[in-house]
């Protein structure tokens, strides 16, 4: 029993540690659909937060996360002027997909590429989906997972720490 506790203690310290280790978006190099080169600096909304979303193609919970948020991303929008970047980590063998993916889902927020996943690695995220919302450069919230019905606990702590909502 004492071993059980010490092997849980560690692995929720090292989970904090990890989800700590990081306050900023950081300066990293991604890609769009079209194959621009695009600095990470340069993504976050300067007007409001935005949302950063770790997905793959292969990756169903991340993908059914996307479609919840797409529901409603508009009024999401009106109500807080919250942007949205869903950042694809496929590798080279599944980012083919990506492209065919994103058009015939017809998601209404920007998507962007992280194929050699720096960014990822740069955040400190161990497994997708995961979300992060940032005001500013400021990480101020992460989540890993999704169950159906996260979005609208996402969509209340954006609405709260909304300028616009405010």
């Given amino acids: 029993m004492k071993l059980n506790f010490i092997i849980l203690s560690t692995f929720l310290l090292f989970i904090s540690i990890n ?6 978006i950081p300066n990293v ?3 769009t659909l079209e194959g621009k080169s695009i600095n990470s600096k340069s993504t976050f909304n300067k007007n409001g937060l935005t949302i950063y979303s770790f997905w793959a193609t292969w990756c169903l919970p991340c993908i059914n996360e996307l479609d919840a948020i797409n529901r409603d991303f ?5 109500q807080t002027n919250v942007e949205l970047i869903a950042v694809s980590t ?7 997909r990506v492209r065919p993916l994103v058009n015939g889902k017809k998601w209404d927020f920007k998507i962007l590429t992280d194929e050699n996943q720096a960014f990822k690695r ?3 995220i161990n497994g997708i989906p995961h979300t992060i919302v940032t005001k500013g450069s400021n990480i101020i919230y992460q989540k890993i997972g999704y169950k159906p019905g996260e979005e609208n606990d996402l969509f209340e702590f954006v609405l709260k720490n909304s300028s616009k909502s405010n």
């Avoid at 508009?74 to 009106?78: E, V």
């Avoid at 496929?90 to 083919?96: E, G, S, V």
């Fill in 90 to 96: 496929d590798d080279a063998r599944t980012k083919r």
């Fill in 122 to 124: 740069a955040l400190n």
């Fill in 29 to 31: 190099t991604l890609k």
């Fill in 19 to 24: 989800l700590q280790s990081q306050d900023k």
């Fill in 74 to 78: 508009k009024d999401w929008q009106a």
